[in-house]
């Protein structure tokens, strides 16, 4: 069922919601009473496709733009999309980190379609309300053939194709600066979009932040580890003497006795 307050402002685009949508707007079309049978016409052109030639990207502010020719079996198109403004500077972080996502890309949502006189040229209106582009189009519809009298009355007209549902394939993120594409197929039931939106530029840098707590070592803890270290044994004296050939019992003992010393010096 179509709502008219769907999608909502500020949100991601949604394939099954936006599906929904046109579905809810052919059961409205659908249920318009046909008027009754006119006179018999001679068969006109037959509309083969509808061909995308282009996607302009246009400045922030710039109104929307859309351009529509016949070359005889196609109707086609080129959009003038008006690129999001740049963003506000975000608030500086701590290790210089990319700013949060930036608002969601824009709907588009057709209005209403108007049926001209044959060889009028066919027209799309557009204006953007601030979330999404909205569009009603102008078609001529086709000559009414030659009267060749009144003929019987006929049967029921076999079931039209339905209505083509329109899928979002994917949606390709592209550099900063460059400029946003859209690329349409048609696979005989579906009109398939295939979206390239380039992302923001990078937010500056952020400012330094505040000096971190000290390590698990103070500078006393260190300083304290350090004098209980071997540099102690700087305080033992060197013996300075001579010994005799061969060393005398008292030269011995003064040895043992330095080595003691060294060795106490050395202990933890």
Do not use: C, H
């Amino acid at each position: 069922m179509y709502d008219p307050n769907l999608p909502q402002e500020n949100t991601l685009i949604d394939a099954v919601q936006m599906r929904g949508q046109l579905n809810g707007l052919k059961d409205l079309i659908d249920a318009i009473p046909a008027g009754p049978p006119g006179q018999n016409g001679s068969d006109g052109t037959s509309v083969t496709g509808a061909v995308m030639d282009g996607t302009i990207t246009l400045n922030p502010g710039d109104a929307a733009q859309a351009s529509v020719s016949w070359d005889g079996a196609n109707v086609r198109f080129t959009f003038g999309i008006p690129r999001g403004s740049d963003g506000s500077q975000g608030q500086p972080g701590s290790n210089g980190n990319d700013g949060g996502q930036g608002p969601p890309f824009t709907n588009f949502i057709v209005d209403g379609v108007n049926m001209l006189n044959p060889n009028d040229p066919a027209s799309v209106q557009t204006i953007f309300d601030g979330n999404a582009v909205r569009m009603i189009f102008n078609l001529p519809r086709g000559f009414t053939g030659n009267d060749g009298g009144t003929g019987a009355q006929g049967g029921p007209g076999p079931q039209g194709p339905p209505f083509a549902n329109a899928i979002v394939d994917s949606v390709t993120t592209l550099n900063p600066g460059e400029n946003a594409t859209v690329q349409t197929s048609f696979d005989g039931s579906n009109v398939r979009f295939q979206f390239g939106i380039p992302r923001g530029q990078n937010g500056n840098d952020g400012g330094s932040g505040p000096q971190g707590p000290p390590g698990e070592v103070t500078t006393m803890q260190l300083n304290s580890a350090v004098n209980g270290t071997s540099n102690n044994s700087n305080g033992v004296n060197t013996l300075a003497m001579t010994v005799s050939d061969p060393p005398n019992v008292g030269e011995v003992q003064a040895i043992a006795s330095k080595l003691d010393e060294l060795i106490l010096a050395l202990r933890r």
